[in-house]
């Protein structure tokens, strides 16, 4: 059974993501998956980790119940493990009281014993006033998110949006049909639940190891389909994937272009790249030009040229608001500004990447981000800034509503 050694690699982990603010999936891969322990060890912690980030604010108001005084952050951190456990794990209380405490330091234990002690008495009255906490409090989510989401979806939605951020996400993979056809990948995948909306989709309970060792499928949500279908590339078409790495969208672009289509995937960042070839070759995807280039730089890069391309997409960086079930600390990084900034940076961007579509060819913009400056006022500004640039058509995946991850595309047609 997963224990000790999984409560401590989840403490590291809290640690590490609290002193240094690096992304909780990279000390995810690192500390936890990268260890030397069990399995199940890994997966405890993992389930710990993501857990604890999940509810941050909601563990910190239960500390704040139990201690007037102020409490130092390994401590902090410490109930913090103890209480996910006790209140969202439904761990034996004697289970999460004592390994908590065995994780402490000696002069550490006997607060932690006390605190911990006090909220299994006190459990059903911390219980009735977390319900009575506003949302950001008992969902864990930062108050101006949650202000902004009531303004632009209402209440209910707000509700529903940072309670689908806090359950954890399934396991979904795209059939890889330049290695398999979909009935054989069903046949020799049994337990692969099909998606009947999604046709190349299917749902795992537990990864499946052995099909992406194949290079049989890729992980990816189902939603991630919605830029590259609406793009609608076809085979022999010259096309670029302008944002790529680390490589799905590209992947997908392959496939249903059955490998006959000319595309240059472009990143600025090297070591995405990286991942991106290992995932191109794996998978068996070829005729792709991968180019590092920051579209931000006023240079175009040599491998492309005016007018060259059929197609683009532009996945756009983004600020993610719409995969946060999946990028857990996401919430927590987030500030105020970064809306408007970032809707600055995408619009240079796509600004960048229209003088090499080739008249009446399709540009799609998308992000995986349900604000609306990334999005809808972002289409309106470029279609006025550039004339020629017409909107076909816009398709958006709201979690509460599609139950798959956020996510927003528009079809431009260049007519000049």
Known sequence: MAGSAARQLALNALQRWRKSREFADSIVQRLILGSEQSRSDRGFAQELFYGVLRNLTLLDFFIGQLRDSAIDDLSRDLLRLGLYQLFELRTPVHAAVFETVELASPHRRSLINGIMRNAVRERDRLRSN???????????????????????????????????????????????????????????????????????????????EAAIA????????????????????????????????????????AAITKNTASIVACDRDAARLKLLRQNLSHLGAIQIEVIQHDW?????????????????????????????????????????????????????????????????????????????????????????????????????????????DGAFATRFVLTG
């Open 296 to 404: 931000l730089d006023e240079r175009y890069p040599a491998a492309v040229r005016p007018k060259q391309f059929d197609k683009i997409l532009v996945d756009a960086p983004c600020t993610n608001t719409g995969v946060m079930r999946r990028r857990v600390d996401v919430r927590w990084r987030l500030k105020p500004a970064d809306f408007q900034q970032m809707h600055g940076q995408q619009l240079r961007i796509v600004a960048a990447v229209i003088p090499l579509l080739r008249p009446g060819g399709m540009l799609v913009y998308s992000t995986c981000s349900l604000e609306c400056e990334e999005n809808e006022e972002l289409v309106k500004h470029l279609a006025h800034q550039v004339p020629t640039l017409k909107i076909q058509q816009t398709r958006t995946i709201l979690p509460w509503r599609d139950h798959f």
């Open 130 to 208: 977390a319900a009575k906490t506003p949302l950001h409090i008992r969902e864990s989510h930062p108050e101006f998110l949650v202000r902004r989401w009531r303004e632009a979806f209402g209440e209910n939605c707000a509700d529903a949006i940072c309670r689908w951020n806090n359950k954890p996400a399934p396991i979904y993979a795209r059939i890889n049909t330049l290695r398999i056809r979909p009935e054989d990948f069903l046949k020799n995948n049994p337990t692969a639940c099909p998606i009947s909306a999604h046709p190349f989709f299917v749902e795992y309970e537990g990864l499946p």
């Open 214 to 253: 194949r290079g049989d499928c890729y992980i990816q949500d189902p939603s991630t389909a919605l830029a590259v279908d609406l793009l609608e590339a076809q085979p022999g078409e010259m096309v670029l994937d302008a944002c790529a790495a680390p490589g799905g969208k590209t992947l997908y672009l």
